[in-house]
């Protein structure tokens, strides 16, 4: 079957660095994707990695490492905002997007 | 990016009713996604609508309980039959971006209550 794992909460300080774990199993791979969701609210796109590696924007960086089916989403300078789900996303063999469970990340002052 | 409204944006329901879920996207787009979200849980896809052809269904989820329409390239509906209150939950439209990545743009979702 196809699996997507990921801490179910973090809770981290504001301005430090927090890093959010997605291993996943899946029938082939066309992509991962990090998406953020607040409370209440729709997703919204963070970030896609094909390739292994990093790619970073902004303050988030997101890492690639196929061959170990694993994924992390880095957040760096945390503020109060960055309060909120984030969820791993992995698009298979079907081009059909297989969805973590979410993490949900506490942001303390 | 495109902009994608829902209607309604949350309601409460008697069991044993039904109700219907507009979503309209501001583009034309082949493929729309129907998602549910209960609460504390993952996005589960119901199925996917493209316009012109019937509803392609997750496993799990049946025509008959979620009666999907695409009378056109700018929108779609999904009616939710029958309700108990284990359909509680939000339910999203989403559809993919003609970017690099393909990644999805979600609607805003509706907050369903069965009582």
């Known amino acids: 079957g196809q699996n997507i794992d990921q801490p179910t909460e973090m809770t981290a300080t504001e301005g430090a660095i927090v890093q959010i774990n997605c291993t996943y199993q899946?029938?082939?791979?066309?992509?991962l994707f990090w998406y953020q969701q607040h409370a209440g609210e729709a997703p919204t796109f963070l970030s896609y990695n094909v390739l292994d590696g990093l790619e970073e924007k902004g303050r988030f960086s997101s890492f690639l490492s196929r061959s170990k089916g694993y994924s992390y989403l880095l957040l760096k300078e945390l503020q109060m905002k960055d309060s909120a789900s984030y969820l791993c996303a992995v698009m298979d063999s079907n081009y059909q997007l297989i969805w973590g469970a979410g993490t949900k990340l506490i942001i303390k002052p | 990016s495109a902009v994608i409204s829902q209607k309604p944006s949350r309601d409460i329901c008697q069991r044993g009713t039904s109700l219907t879920i507009q979503c309209q996207v501001d583009s034309q787009v082949t493929m729309m996604f129907w998602y549910r979200q209960q609460p504390g849980q993952s996005l589960t896809l119901i199925a996917t609508?493209?316009?012109?052809?019937?509803?392609?269904?997750e496993s799990g989820f049946v025509i008959d309980k979620f009666p999907i329409s695409r009378p056109n390239l700018t929108f779609s509906t999904l009616t939710v039959s029958n309700m108990s209150p284990e359909d509680s939950s939000i339910y999203l439209c989403s559809v993919p971006t003609s970017g690099d990545y393909n990644e999805q743009f979600f609607g805003p979702g509706t907050r369903l209550t069965v009582l």
């Open positions: 899946t029938s082939g791979f066309n992509g």
């Open positions: 609508a493209n316009q012109g052809s019937e509803a392609t269904y």
